[in-house]
């Protein structure tokens, strides 16, 4: 058993508690509005990366509105961009249930989508055309699942659709891990059959491990097929040209 990772969990499990406890008493200044969930979000991230040893990086500006869509090697890039910036997320509708995150999600302002269901991503769309005003941006996934950063899915474009007829920006974001002892990157990127309990493990017993978040400029595009291949390079560039990748 590693000490690491044993005392590790031991500090998440604290910080989980004491980021239960901050939502709870931050009842008692008023009802929670989107963006005062989406900001107790970033803060708990925040903390959840401190207790986890997990360093980080953020290069270009943090978008402030619109759409943010990002490439997608784990569940911990939930935590990782919401460090980096408030941001409402999209995410599959299955981590609802899921123990503790489930709940913290939904108390974030995260967005659920059956990918099965048509009525299901109607619903999400109408819901991302009610929040495009907001001072805080919507971030999803468009790949639709985790990979192991080989490579990139072709990036679905329905959700996309929001902010394309209304002329709303979007903005490309790449991440990407780094191992200080050169492990490939995939060896932290959660896809596949990989069961949660042993890959968490694994992260916390990691011994230098950083991560790097990079915004592009964001853009209006004028239809969602154009926005998501167009996004879709902008972040594979974003991500061959890190510096990590010359090393």
Known sequence: MSL?????????????????????????????????RALWLQRSARLL???????????GNRPNHGLIVANHLSYLDVVILSAATPCFFVAKA???????????????????LDRGSRSSAAIVVREIS???PL???ILFFPEGTTTDGSRMLRFRSRLFDPATQVAAPITAASIRYVLSDGTPESELCWYGDATFLPHLWKVLGCAGFHTEVRFGEPRIYPDRRTAADATQREVEAMRNSAPALAQ
């Open 130 to 132: 009610r929040r495009l």
């Open 49 to 59: 990366m401190f207790s986890m040893g997990i360093e980080w990086r953020v290069e």
């Open 4 to 36: 690491r990772a044993l005392r590790r969990a031991v500090a998440l499990v604290f910080t989980l508690s004491v980021c239960v406890a901050r939502f709870w008493l931050g009842r008692l200044r008023g009802p929670y509005t989107l963006e005062r």
């Open 135 to 137: 001072p805080v941006p």
């Open 94 to 112: 299955e981590i609802d249930g899921w123990p503790f995150f489930g709940k913290a999600a939904r108390s974030g302002g995260t967005i659920f």
